[in-house]
């Protein structure tokens, strides 16, 4: 075998299968990245920058989702297109350097965010508070942001970043166990710790939920405040699922044997629906806005979604 993922073939030029993994993928990045482009037009049409960080939870949180998809939507469709038109890995290699690394970098992001938007439901439901982001979110995006941009800057220093016969992550011959432990471990850790958080959280939802049914005053109001706001966050989880479900899935696979061709196809669309799964959480917090806005105001600013 090579030194690195160049000596790799290309996925499905053996079998006919090549357009029909870049094909698909393009179409997804392509809707991906349209619908993100709208959710951030959206939110700012009628709000200000300037009052950005004063915004709900639920409205940044898409905002901060919608940059990472656009980000890595743009590096992806030139991955894409560079190998569907060339029918040849990126060259030179610092291309595929710089397309690994953004992809690296805002998967990584949305999963930590995603795992802190749990967390941050869990902690409203259970204990009435929730995490401090510290002034203009800088805590959450120096978290989410500047983290995965250093264990990217280590991969490339590392030389784990290049072709892996299907794009431009870590390198197919050489990178293999650090992708494994910067995407794959993360993703089922955060899939796992989501379901469990995500589950007592309902769970908790559920039993205050029937002891507040027919109950009235400040104290109730603000319960079910806090139920809302946990209902809405927990929409970006749901949606982190459907994204990442089969990358998952296919980074504990290829660590036994060869991935069928079945769930490869199913990473390549489904992980490139991101922005198209947040622009429905975002048609759907707007929705719930405009109810709520309908309602008497009675729920605290610290239960605001």
């Not at 939870?57 to 030139?78: G, W």
């Not at 991969?155 to 870590?170: K, R, T």
């Not at 198209?276 to 709520?292: A, D, M, P, S």
């Given at each position: 075998?090579?030194?690195d993922?160049y000596?790799l073939?290309?996925?499905?030029?053996?079998?006919?299968?090549?357009?029909?993994?870049?094909v698909?993928?393009l179409t997804?990045i392509?809707?991906?990245?349209i619908?993100?482009?709208?959710v951030i037009?959206?939110?700012?049409?009628?709000?200000?920058?300037?009052?950005?960080?004063?915004?709900?939870?639920?409205?940044?949180f898409?905002?901060?989702?919608?940059?990472?998809?656009?980000l890595?939507n743009?590096?992806?469709?030139?991955?894409?297109?560079?190998?569907?038109?060339?029918?040849?890995?990126?060259h030179?290699?610092?291309?595929?350097?710089?397309?690994?690394?953004?992809?690296?970098?805002?998967i990584?992001?949305?999963?930590?965010?995603?795992?802190?938007v749990?967390?941050?439901a869990?902690?409203?439901?259970?204990?009435?508070?929730?995490?401090?982001f510290?002034?203009n979110?800088?805590?959450?995006?120096?978290?989410?942001?500047?983290?995965?941009?250093?264990?990217?800057i280590?991969?490339?220093?590392?030389?784990?970043?290049?072709?892996?016969?299907?794009?431009?992550?870590?390198?197919?011959v050489?990178?293999?166990?650090m992708?494994?432990?910067?995407t794959?471990v993360?993703?089922l850790?955060?899939?796992?710790?989501?379901?469990v958080?995500?589950?007592l959280?309902?769970?908790?939802i559920?039993q205050?939920?029937k002891?507040?049914?027919?109950?009235v005053g400040?104290n109730?109001?603000?319960?079910?405040?806090?139920?809302k706001?946990?209902?809405?966050?927990?929409?970006?989880?749901?949606?982190f699922?459907?994204?990442?479900?089969a990358?998952?899935i296919?980074?504990?696979?290829?660590?036994v044997e060869?991935?069928?061709?079945?769930l490869?196809q199913?990473?390549?669309?489904?992980?490139?629906?991101?922005?198209?799964?947040?622009?429905?959480?975002f048609i759907i917090i707007?929705?719930?806005?405009n109810?709520?806005?309908?309602?008497?105001?009675?729920?605290?600013q610290?239960?605001k979604a």
């Amino acid at each position: 075998m090579g030194k690195d993922g160049y000596s790799l073939d290309l996925a499905g030029l053996d079998n006919g299968q090549f357009y029909i993994i870049h094909v698909p993928a393009l179409t997804c990045i392509f809707l991906s990245f349209i619908s993100a482009i709208c959710v951030i037009v959206v939110s700012f049409k009628k709000k200000s920058f300037k009052t950005f960080f004063s915004w709900s939870r639920s409205e940044r949180f898409v905002v901060y989702m919608a940059i990472c998809d656009c980000l890595f939507n743009v590096a992806h469709t030139m991955d894409h297109m560079h190998i569907a038109i060339t029918k040849d890995h990126p060259h030179p290699k610092g291309i595929c350097i710089f397309y690994g690394f953004m992809l690296a970098v805002f998967i990584t992001a949305q999963t930590l965010m995603v795992n802190i938007v749990a967390i941050n439901a869990f902690m409203l439901i259970f204990f009435r508070k929730q995490i401090n982001f510290g002034k203009n979110d800088w805590r959450l995006l120096t978290y989410i942001f500047v983290a995965p941009a250093i264990g990217g800057i280590i991969g490339i220093a590392l030389d784990q970043m290049g072709p892996n016969g299907s794009f431009c992550y870590f390198d197919g011959v050489n990178g293999k166990q650090m992708g494994v432990f910067f995407t794959t471990v993360p993703l089922l850790a955060v899939l796992f710790l989501n379901s469990v958080f995500y589950g007592l959280t309902y769970f908790r939802i559920h039993q205050e939920g029937k002891r507040l049914k027919d109950t009235v005053g400040e104290n109730a109001a603000s319960v079910k405040g806090a139920h809302k706001a946990a209902k809405t966050m927990s929409l970006f989880v749901t949606a982190f699922f459907i994204q990442w479900w089969a990358m998952a899935i296919y980074g504990a696979w290829q660590l036994v044997e060869d991935v069928p061709q079945l769930l490869f196809q199913a990473v390549t669309t489904f992980s490139n629906l991101g922005g198209v799964l947040n622009g429905i959480v975002f048609i759907i917090i707007k929705k719930r806005q405009n109810t709520t806005e309908q309602e008497p105001k009675s729920v605290t600013q610290t239960t605001k979604a």
